[in-house]
């Protein structure tokens, strides 16, 4: 995609903000990197990885990770 | 105003503030005292505060006095001067993020906040930040920038978002600033200031009532001067809430009894791909902290975590959306009022796509069993925090050895990792570069043994004595 239709297409998405006129110069190129950046997942290893509906570090961890405590 | 110790007040560590008002050896009134007057001498430069509670604080410090000579049970940080950053709800002040246009008083406490006063400390005021904590050079174009007080002269970037977490710590405002961790914004500040930053387990502190940026990766925790005071902030903060759906019901261990204890035979790994990519500068007093450890009786290997590549694609893919959604009414109605680097970090996350977030949120449990299963093999890891010292204010490019970098990607480099496993983390002092600035290493420890890392933080800085030197722009 080119810089005029990435462009475009970032006015749209953010037609109900009123971004300063001025942002557009430095915005564009900034969603470039972005992409860029992302697109690195594309090399990720996720073998059968699902994302956890929610979310526990200890998820895996070695057994009895958290120490005996008190409990609060 | 010297305490028991000799040392004045506002150097003194939040331990022994605790310790000498309850033994009669100060009062609250003359502690509170003491750091109001320096915040009065020395913030109109350094700028960490964005509201001072002057008045509430020496009413409260009053108070305070008054529990101690009536005997009365007294809490882990009774009489304690803390602030916290513009994040946090304090009950009939606006929670501003750092911003100009969020100016409704909040109708209640954040957690955080209400835990804090019920272990007695009082609440000095509400410090700066990288605006919605949305940054990590500390920048807020509507308040002034914090002053780094490490460089005197050059106006250098105070670290962020947490800013003035750090320089109020760093320069004896407070010994207590609270912070949030949302890609490093604890552990940033506080490398960038050379004190202590503790990010704990995700879920282990509740984030109620402090403005979000991203659900996935935000993270609440205290920066201080010693590790000893991180476990007693923590102490005071940790624990199961009901109304953060993120919150856990792990257990507390007793932080301030377990972070005297000796280290001999604890296995720290070097995380030889972080050291690697860190400027000479920082590698050096990083592989001289790994040494001290080993002296100190600790058992030193190397590690490697070769997915960790992947932190900053896997932070992104989550945190701009994330941003981006809480943000979005807001960006409907003020748009023109957001500093212009954060309404466009805010309206790029606008193009991560549904695919992609949900790749992050693969990718997430896969960094989180790596970290894991480098956890089975050694007691926590040890990585530069960062792999620069502060950089001035006004660079667009700093350079990491023979490389050139943005100052964000590069602040970041090392923090967000553990943003997205959730792994809790301590920031440590770690001795200085040649221009006088701070070098800092990051303890990484299994979920929820914040103990061992920062009984190894504490260790450490007992036997060096790089958090007791002092800022020549907060001498």
């Known amino acids: ?72 | 105003m010297r305490g028991s110790s000799g040392s004045p007040l506002h150097w003194q560590s939040a331990t022994e503030l605790a310790r000498a008002v309850a033994g009669r050896d100060v009062s609250p009134v003359e502690v509170v005292t003491a750091h109001l007057e320096r915040i009065h001498t020395l913030d109109g430069r350094l700028r960490a505060f964005l509201a001072v509670f002057a008045d509430e604080a020496l009413a409260e410090a009053k108070r305070a006095e008054a529990a101690v000579m009536a005997g009365r049970p007294l809490g882990l940080l009774h009489g304690v001067p803390v602030a916290v950053k513009d994040l946090f709800a304090v009950k009939g002040t606006p929670t501003t993020g750092g911003s100009r246009f969020l100016t409704t008083p909040a109708p209640a406490d954040s957690r955080v906040v209400a835990r804090l006063r019920a272990a007695g400390a009082i609440l000095l005021g509400k410090l700066n930040l990288h605006e919605f904590a949305f940054g990590p050079e500390g920048i807020n174009a509507h308040h002034g920038t914090s002053w780094n007080p490490w460089d005197g002269g050059t106006h250098r970037m105070p670290g962020g978002s947490s800013s003035g977490s750090g320089v109020a710590v760093a320069a004896g405002l407070a010994p207590v600033g609270m912070g949030s961790d949302t890609g490093g914004s604890i552990r940033i500040p506080a490398a960038c200031c050379g004190t202590v930053g503790l990010k704990p387990t995700y879920g282990r502190v509740s984030r109620v009532g402090v403005l979000p940026l991203s659900w996935s990766l935000d993270h609440v925790g205290p920066l201080t001067r010693t590790a000893a005071d991180a476990a007693r902030v923590l102490a005071a903060t940790a624990g199961h809430d009901p109304r953060d759906p993120s919150s856990s019901p792990a257990a507390v261990a007793d932080y301030v009894a377990t972070v005297g204890r000796p280290v001999r035979g604890l296995r720290v790994g070097l995380l030889r791909e972080y050291v690697d990519l860190a400027d000479p500068v920082v590698q050096g007093p990083v592989v001289a902290a790994a040494r001290e450890l080993e002296r100190l009786g600790s058992v030193v290997r190397e590690v490697t975590l070769p997915l960790a590549r992947f932190a900053g694609p896997v932070s992104l893919a989550i945190l701009g959306p994330e941003a981006f959604a809480y943000h979005e009414p807001l960006l409907r109605r003020h748009a023109a009022d957001y500093q212009p680097d954060v309404r466009q970090r805010l309206a790029v996350g606008r193009f991560v796509g549904a695919t992609e977030y949900v790749q992050g949120q693969r990718a997430r449990s896969r960094l989180c069993d790596e970290v894991n299963a480098a956890l089975r093999a050694v007691d926590c890891l040890l990585t530069p925090t960062l792999p620069i010292v502060a950089p001035p204010l006004r660079v667009t490019e700093v350079r990491i050895g023979e490389r050139q970098d943005t100052p964000r990607s590069a602040l970041t480099l090392f923090t967000r990792l553990f943003n997205v496993t959730g792994h809790p983390v301590v920031a440590v002092p770690c001795g200085f570069a040649a221009e006088g600035l701070p070098v800092s290493i990051q303890l990484v420890g299994r979920p929820f043994d914040e103990a061992t890392i920062l009984q190894l933080a504490q260790a450490y800085q007992d036997a060096t004595d790089w958090h007791t030197r002092r800022p020549p722009a907060a001498p």
Do not use: H, K, N, Y
């Open chain 1, 1 to 72: 995609m080119d810089r005029a239709e990435l462009e475009r297409l970032a006015r749209e998405c953010l037609a109900r903000i009123p971004m300063p006129p001025a942002d557009w110069a430095e915005l564009v190129p900034q969603i470039e990197r972005m992409c860029a950046i992302v697109a690195e997942l594309e090399g990720f290893p996720f073998d059968d990885a699902e994302p956890a509906p929610t979310f526990a570090p200890d998820r895996g961890a070695p057994e009895g990770a958290a120490p005996p405590a008190l409990s609060r």
